[in-house]
């Protein structure tokens, strides 16, 4: 199949756009509005968690924020410099987010930031980590974490990995 762009809008179907997306996440830029259903945004943002971008804000989710966090935490970095989108962020998206991609860490906002995001980040990409914490005076957080702080980690990983599992399914 080729690209939606070469397609007229009026001679799209939706399961011309499913397929499109499902084969280039990005192709939702070219889905004609009377498609951007559920499954099709979905689809795209499973595929590519850049099609976010595609997506109208009005039909963002938080599931589906948290795909495209899980798909390439980069996506955090977007979210971040939107004052409307900013208020969106959960810890949720943060863990899944630093676990994609180590970079996402300097996009965590403070108050969501936890010793496991720290950790995952670490894992992905501990070069990435050592740059992106260097401005930030961590060893204190990273050594004595609060009660709350522990709590708030271990649901926030229990959600990472029973969605982990849903996106594999």
């Keep these: ?76 970095k977007y979210l971040y410099k939107d004052e409307d989108e900013k208020k969106k962020i959960t810890e949720y998206m943060c863990l899944a987010a630093c676990s994609s991609n180590a970079f996402a860490l300097s996009f965590v906002p403070m108050e969501l930031l936890n010793k496991e995001m720290i950790l995952r980040a670490y894992e992905e990409n501990y070069l990435a980590t050592d740059r992106t914490v260097e401005y930030q005076d961590l060893s204190s957080y990273l050594d004595n974490p609060t009660e709350e702080d522990k709590n708030r980690m271990e649901k926030a990983e229990k959600d990472y990995d029973e969605k982990k599992k849903e996106q594999e399914k």
Excluded at 26 to 32: A, I, K, T, Y
């Design 1 to 76: 199949m080729g690209s939606l762009k070469d397609i007229k809008p009026e001679d799209q179907t939706e399961e011309m756009c499913l397929e499109a997306v499902m084969e280039n996440g990005l192709e939702l830029e070219h889905v004609d509005p009377r498609f951007l259903t559920t499954e099709v945004i979905t689809e795209a943002v499973k595929q590519d968690a850049l099609s976010l971008y595609y997506v109208p804000k009005d039909l963002r989710t938080e599931d589906l924020y948290d795909f495209a966090c899980m798909g390439n935490g980069y996506v955090l």
